[in-house]
């Protein structure tokens, strides 16, 4: 994943010419960090770099709070025994996906912000880009995947995922969607490698991606109107597929109701 970021950022280079400008340091911080290179161009306003100094280290110790109290809540939800349609049990499996969702979100935050500290406290400091833009604001499926979450990992299947299938392989948009989250689910992939996955692990943790396509498509072919609680909700009910895969890579007994 690190190998494609930086090389989605190189294309980025090479596409814009006022970007081949800039000294090399800043083009190589370009290419490995969140950082927007219009303000590298200039010195960063005083008022400006203290809020963002405050921001990154507010997002860095929420987030990790956040990691630590989701990551002792699992053991405790993964010990609640019954059979695994009883209320009790139902209750638990669901606080579970989402102590284990919360968990995964809030150590991207984590990792964004340790991303930006060498930014904002270089010897040439710049506000960096958040890796995160208030995804749960999101009102469509595509909003949160497009726009608002990761926005990292959205540069870099933007540049080597979409950007090739639509200009250089002249698909639609559809198709460049579709090999977009494919691209994706290859990626994430990875995560589940070291666990020694199951075939079964390793294909729930790909159909998540493939459904969030055809969600994306199911809203604009139905021309659904934007609507904060159905996104979340369709987020929620599909993330089984993606939390199943990790919270066994962590340790953690798989969800009961999918192995039930």
């Keep these: 994943a690190t190998v494609m970021f930086a090389w989605g950022r190189a294309n980025v280079l090479r596409a814009d010419a006022r970007l081949r400008e800039l000294p ?10 969140f950082l927007d290179l219009a303000q590298a161009r200039a010195p960063a306003d005083p008022v ?21 109290l989701t990551a002792a809540v699992l053991p405790l939800l993964a010990a609640v025994e019954g059979p695994p349609w009883s209320t009790t049990c139902v209750i638990a499996e669901l606080l579970k996906l989402a102590a284990g969702a919360i968990n995964f979100i809030a150590g991207l935050y984590v990792g964004s912000s340790l991303y930006a500290l060498p930014l904002v406290y270089g010897s040439d400091p710049v506000v960096p880009l958040p890796g995160m833009l208030t995804p749960w604001r999101a009102t469509t499926i595509k909003e949160w995947w497009a726009t ?3 926005t990292g990992m959205q540069s870099v299947l933007y540049h080597n995922a979409y950007w090739p299938a639509r200009r250089i392989l002249g698909w639609g948009t559809a ?6 989250f494919a691209c994706s689910g290859v990626v994430h992939l990875t995560m589940v490698y070291d666990f020694e996955a199951s075939i079964a692990e390793l294909t729930q943790m790909f159909s998540f991606f493939l459904v969030q396509a055809g969600l994306v498509a199911a809203e604009e072919a139905l021309q659904l109107g934007p609507s904060r609680a159905r996104t979340l909700a369709l987020l929620f009910a599909s993330s089984p597929l993606f939390v ?15 192995v039930a």
């Design 48 to 68: 400006e770099m203290h809020r963002a100094r405050s921001e990154v280290w507010r997002t860095l110790v929420a987030g990790a709070a956040v990691c630590g």
């Design 148 to 150: 608002r979450f990761d």
């Design 175 to 180: 198709g460049a969607m579709l090999a977009t």
């Design 244 to 258: 199943h895969p990790v919270l066994a890579r962590m340790g953690h007994r798989p969800l009961k109701l999918l």
């Design 24 to 33: 090399f340091a800043d083009r190589l911080a370009f290419m490995l960090c």
